[in-house]
């Protein structure tokens, strides 16, 4: 093949560096409008039947997408870390005929106040007509600050370096974290932001095959992979993880043909009970009852017609174990405190159909949180003593909370003075305010025997005073529920309620609030 002479060499060149330079462009453009159209677009709309407390940042961003596509006569968004997700139950808040809004969560787990500040323009789109933020003094980020000469030094270069390594960060606001604070930045860190920032594919890939694979294992699999209990609930109570007590008594609204039931020890002896109705099981006049040997620990099948003649129609179903129970610490139900024992592990849908709904945002009620509330009062706080303070410095899982309980003891030797995530929420109060948005600050329940550490200190006085006198002069509100859970029993921990707590909490928190709601509304 010969070269034109009348196409000089420079010409040439010129050309095959523009095509090359276009053609790049173009697949590069594809790229990002690919990344964009699978990963942000179409991936979530795929079915989003994660439970409870599962895959926070997948179900945080499907949320917030969820919001911003709906719009409610009166939406209350509640936003907030764990402690507002622990602390309110808006599904039941929702039930109420005479609430004047709708309450939606935009929340995940350890959000803090820098967190919400990047997030603010998504909750404006949200669609909020109130924005409550439950707020806590664990909130803080405590870890970057420590007390010197009468007062708290904020270590900002490690809040910096260590916020950037957060997966709100990486997930949720790479872009504008990196636009921040790119000069103080290490260049691993940059190169990381910048990446994710780039392409949502490296963003969401920590979460990607978790809706997945739920889905996978509600339709496809035996039910003896979950996370959560959501089969029929039995009236003695269940653990979380599907655990039952000694005995499970429960309607069998879905009669399918074969179960699992999990044993612990090889040669357990259980008693099966059947009833036809509920009159039947008030005066204890089963239809039919039997004894069974489950040889082998591990998941077995449970066929009701090998139990049961297909002749006998019954409702209720009573499981009773006969032989030596195990313990909820021998089956990794919990690791300290008060022991008992435990039954046998249902299937996830155990007597009942698989219900495919969205969980994400809906709490449910189950022994583990039930039976903190079921112990006298001296009791509980030996158990909580030992879940929650014994030799917390060291343990591992504990250390937040410690260094948390640490800073509740230190504030009664310093004065308070602002520091960057106490600022956070000013300029969060001054963005809604310019907004139009009606903002109010709860200052979430706190359990009475941490409380006391710094209740009565001069600087939780300020630091109420500071946020109070900002609010107020926005016509915003700051309402202190601190003290409203007296119960000790109450709280899980230092900060979260049980379902129990939270279900008590609710209508505190609602009624408190809409009240205040017309005259929010005309403030601003």
């Known amino acids: 093949m010969e070269t034109d002479p009348s196409i000089s060499v420079k010409q040439s060149r010129f050309g095959l560096k523009w095509r090359v330079f276009l053609l790049t462009c173009g697949l590069l453009g594809g790229i990002f409008l690919l990344d964009r159209i699978l990963f942000f677009d179409l991936y979530f709309l795929f079915p989003n039947e994660t439970e409870w407390d599962s895959s926070p940042w997948y179900n945080f961003i499907h949320k917030t997408k969820e919001l911003q596509s709906t719009k409610d006569k009166h939406r ?13 139950l808006p599904d039941e808040l929702n039930k109420k005929d005479i609430s004047k809004t709708k309450y939606s969560f935009f929340s995940h787990v350890a959000m803090a106040p820098t967190d919400l500040f990047y997030y603010k323009e998504n909750l404006r789109k949200s669609h909020p007509d109130l924005v409550v933020y439950l707020h806590n003094f664990a909130d803080l980020q405590w870890e970057y600050l420590e007390p010197k000469n009468g007062k708290f030094e904020f270590s900002e270069n490690k ?18 974290y990196l636009k921040d604070h790119w ?7 940059i190169s990381k932001l910048a990446t994710k920032s780039l392409f949502y594919v490296s963003r969401f890939r920590v979460f990607f095959w978790d809706p997945i694979e739920v889905y996978i294992d509600n339709h496809f ?10 089969g029929e609930k039995p009236r003695e109570g269940i653990w979380s993880k599907g655990w039952t007590k ?50 082998r620990s591990g998941w077995n099948d449970l066929v009701w017609t090998n139990l049961i003649p297909d002749s006998i129609e019954w409702s209720l179903v009573q499981i009773q174990v006969l032989s030596e129970l195990s313990s909820a610490k021998e089956v990794n139900l919990i690791r ?20 495919a709904k969205n969980r994400s ?25 030992e879940r929650m303070i014994r030799d917390a410095g060291s343990r591992n899982e504990l250390w937040r909370l410690h260094f948390v309980r640490e800073a509740k003891k230190n504030v009664n030797s310093v004065t308070f003075e602002p520091w960057l995530e106490f600022n956070r929420i000013l300029e969060l109060s001054d963005y809604f305010y310019k907004k139009k948005i009606p903002f109010v600050l709860i200052l979430s329940p706190e359990n009475p025997i941490e409380f006391a550490f710094y209740k009565d200190s001069q600087w939780r006085k300020d630091w109420i005073l500071n946020l109070k006198s900002h609010l107020e002069l926005r016509g915003q509100a700051l309402i202190d529920h601190t003290e409203v859970v007296s119960d000790v029993r109450y709280f899980f921990d230092p900060h979260h309620l049980t379902y129990e707590g939270a279900l008590f909490y609710s209508s505190i928190f609602s009624n408190s609030l809409e009240s205040k709601i017309p005259k929010i509304n005309t403030q601003n």
Not at 336 to 355: A, Q, T
Not at 367 to 385: A, N
């Open 159 to 176: 809040w910096v370096q260590e916020f950037g390594e957060r997966y709100p960060a990486k997930t949720i606001y790479p872009y504008e």
């Open 336 to 355: 300290y405190g008060n022991d008992e024992g435990v039954g046998i592990r249902l299937s996830h849908f155990f007597c009942k159909n698989s219900d």
């Open 76 to 88: 209350t968004i509640i936003t907030g870390s764990s402690v507002a997700l622990y602390s309110v």
């Open 183 to 189: 000069m103080e930045l290490p260049r691993k860190t």
């Open 246 to 295: 000694e005995s499970a008594t429960l309607v069998c609204s879905e009669k399918k043909t074969k179960e699992s039931i999990f044993t612990q020890k090889p040669n357990t002896k259980l008693k099966f009970r059947f009833y036809s109705d509920e009159k039947a099981l008030t005066n204890q006049k089963p239809i039919f009852e039997l004894e069974k040997i489950y040889d």
């Open 361 to 385: 945002y809906s709490r449910g009620s189950y022994w583990d949180d039930t039976r903190l509330v079921t112990m006298p009062t001296e009791d509980f706080k030996k158990d909580y003593f």
């Open 221 to 230: 699999r035996s039910g003896r992979k979950y996370h959560l209990y959501q």
